[in-house]
């Protein structure tokens, strides 16, 4: 990474939306957060941010909430799609930003763009193949493969994946307004709140829900690692910080594999395989820094 430019980065999620500016890690020279209330305020406080900086920035890196058009061949590249949040739904983030700030972009789906960060300067810097997911506010996954997020016909849309539910121990129905009781429906922070009507972060310890979603987050990367292969998993988001629930997820994963992954980071090392997120809370910001390096050098 070049040291003699300035980047910025922006991570937009359903909460609130993160800004740096800087080339590294080690190299963040201004920070700020805004929360994730509408479209014309959140940008507005975004754009301010980035104004004393404009002329020493070289390009700026977003990851947004999506559904996001991360294809920048298409006529909505830039746009958050089909969210349940309020007032965002087909909002134009890049073109808004673009307005006010003549600069390079580069934009993929947050959890991509964490995936990048880790995979630039965490946990997963030197696998060539990794997974980033988040577990909070909502639940999603970034697949990294040689430094590069994987792209499809839209972007990957983990937290929708469905999983087995077993009505006799939860009858919950699910959250999510389009799939219920998809992996988001019954297992992200929303989910959480209205099985109980209180914040995960609430529930004692050793409250018997805990069980069910270290479950629901073990199934899910049962077929992760079953499709994709990652050679780690990282797992980020709130709903993750209690320390029991790593080791319960790692327990859970190797239950449902049942030994048919003969290898020994599955079988030996899964305190390994499976890990938060080694740049913290900033995965999300420093991975939009590294897509804007990456942006800008291609052009170069």
Not at 39 to 58: H, K, L, N, S, W
Not at 224 to 250: E, H, T
Request: glycine share 14%.
């Amino acid at each position: 990474m070049s040291a003699s430019f300035l980047y910025g980065g922006i991570e937009g999620g359903g909460t609130k939306f993160n800004c740096a500016v800087g080339n590294g890690p080690d190299s963040i020279i201004a920070e700020a957060r805004f929360a994730t209330t509408t479209p014309a305020e959140t940008i507005g406080q975004v754009i301010e941010f980035f104004v004393p900086y404009a002329d020493r920035i070289r390009g700026i890196g977003l990851g947004s909430f999506g559904p996001f058009d991360a294809d920048p061949a298409s006529p909505t590249y830039g746009y958050i799609t089909t969210t349940p949040k309020p007032h965002w739904g087909n909002t134009n983030v890049l073109g808004l930003l673009k307005e006010k700030i003549n600069l390079p972009f580069a934009a993929d789906l947050d959890v991509a763009v964490s995936g990048l960060g880790e995979a630039t300067w965490g946990a997963s810097k030197n696998d060539s193949h990794s997974l980033y997911i988040t577990i909070g506010t909502g639940i999603g996954g970034g697949y990294i493969i040689n430094g590069q997020p994987l792209r499809g016909l839209v972007s990957l849309e983990m937290g929708h994946i469905r999983l087995a539910r077993d009505p006799q121990l939860d009858p919950f129905q699910g959250a999510c307004p389009y799939h219920g009781d998809c992996f988001e429906g019954l297992a992200a922070g929303p989910a959480v709140e209205k099985r109980f009507g209180q914040k995960g972060e609430t529930l004692p310890d050793d409250h018997p829900f805990w069980g069910l979603e270290a479950g629901y987050i073990a199934q899910a990367l049962v077929n992760y690692i079953l499709s994709l292969a990652p050679q780690r998993i990282i797992i980020g988001g709130g709903v993750m910080q209690k320390d029991f629930m790593f080791p319960s997820v790692r327990r859970k994963t190797q239950e449902l594999l049942n030994g048919y992954i003969n290898h020994t980071m599955i079988l030996n090392h899964i305190d390994e395989y499976i890990v938060p997120p080694a740049l913290g809370g900033r995965s999300g910001v420093l991975g939009a820094i590294a897509l804007a390096i990456e942006s800008t050098s291609k052009k170069l």
